[in-house]
């Protein structure tokens, strides 16, 4: 039976989310509602516009479910806006974030000259993620990883993958190309019975 995933899907680019899940082999799920992460193996938080996406996280009464699902033992992948979802603080413009990652997310933080732009990850990515292609729109930076959070990868010198435990966040987008390479980590971390309690310690 494939893993069934979870996306946020309140704004932001969810169906490319879905599309890239099915490529990797899961089932993805759209999430609006607390009750629709029952069941699920787990969940992606996707890019778009974190203001936008934590409003309607707060109508729909999300934060406490989501922070629940994530702290027993889930895996979840945030990606640009879904990384300052996780963060554990958020700079220029805070917006309300879940704190389940150990680092602060800065928005916007490559400027407007460069809104968006295409790098691959420098070389000494962790294993299996060599020569991947980042999509970076209005992204943020992640400063100051705490000494429980891995560095998956960087651009530049900059972390733009990182790890803690179950929970995985980039600031760019790996919906947008065809390498599954980072939805796959997410459903590694559930491949084997209490594979995801194990990664949460
Ligand atoms: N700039 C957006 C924000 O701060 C994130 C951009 C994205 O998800 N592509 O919410």
Redesign the pocket.
């Known amino acids: 039976m494939s893993a069934r995933v979870g996306v946020l899907a309140i704004q932001?680019d969810f169906e490319a989310h879905a599309r890239a899940l099915a490529r990797a082999g899961a089932e993805a799920v759209l999430v609006r509602d607390p009750k629709e992460l029952d069941g699920l193996d787990a969940l992606v938080l996707?890019?778009?516009?974190?203001?936008t996406?934590a409003k309607g996280m707060e109508r729909l009464a999300l934060y406490e479910p989501v922070r629940a699902f994530v702290e027993s033992g889930h895996p979840v992948l945030g990606?640009?806006?879904?990384a300052?979802l996780l963060a554990r603080a958020v700079e220029n413009?805070p917006?309300r974030s879940l704190g389940l990652v150990d680092v602060t997310a800065v928005?916007?933080a490559y400027g407007t000259q460069v809104d968006s732009f295409v790098a691959c990850v420098d070389a000494g990515a962790a294993p299996g993620l060599e020569g991947l292609r980042c999509v970076f729109?209005?992204?943020?930076r992640l400063r100051d990883p705490g000494p429980g959070v891995e560095v998956l990868a960087r651009v530049d010198g900059e972390p733009v993958l990182i790890r803690q435990g179950n929970r995985f966040a980039a600031t760019f987008?790996p919906e947008l190309t065809d390498d599954a390479r980072v939805h796959a980590l997410l459903l590694g971390g559930m491949r084997t019975p209490g594979a995801a309690r194990r990664l949460a310690r």
Not at 79 to 82: I, L, M, R, S
Not at 137 to 140: F, L, N
């Open positions: 932001g996707p890019g778009g516009e974190s203001t996406i990606t640009c806006a879904g300052i413009h917006v928005r916007n729109i209005r992204a943020p987008h």
